[in-house]
Every structure is written in C-alpha cells, then in structure tokens.
C-alpha cells in the first residue's frame, strides 16, 4: 500500500500515516466487527492548525460484482 504520489503533480506534504487494522474472535456481535487504530506523525517542518482527514471504504465483498448492498433477504 502507499507509494510515491504522482496523480497531482504537487509536492508532497511531509505527513507519515500508520494504520493497524484488527478483529476479535468472540461469541457476540463483536465477532463482526473490525477496529482500525490511526497514528498520523508531521515529518514536515510546517504545522498544520486546522486538518481535516476521511475514510473511504469500499463495501465489496469478495467478487466486486457480488456487493451485499445488492442482496435482499427475505
């Protein structure tokens, strides 16, 4: 993942961002969940006083022509 970033053309900003995805094994609803822990670290010299930061998530599962927002169940 990650890389050198290519599709602007403009120059990189200096933030360094580690993400750890986890799961547990349990009996309840916590079995079918997932927790992401995010550590974002300023290698720039130039502070940032107003960031703002998203996630995108793509819901496929598996085979992308077979996504659970398509099933109906009944």
């Known amino acids: 993942m990650g ?3 290519t599709e602007t053309g403009s ?4 933030l360094e961002v580690r993400a750890q995805g986890f799961a547990f094994a349990t009996n309840d609803a916590i079995n079918n969940m997932t927790f992401y822990k995010y550590q974002v670290i300023n290698r720039s010299n130039v502070s940032f006083d107003s960031t703002y ?3 995108w998530v793509d819901p496929d599962l598996g085979i992308t022509k077979m996504t659970m927002l ?3 169940l009944d």
């Open 3 to 5: 890389g050198v970033k």
């Open 53 to 55: 930061f998203g996630q």
């Open 70 to 72: 398509d099933v109906t």
């Open 11 to 14: 120059q990189p900003i200096g």
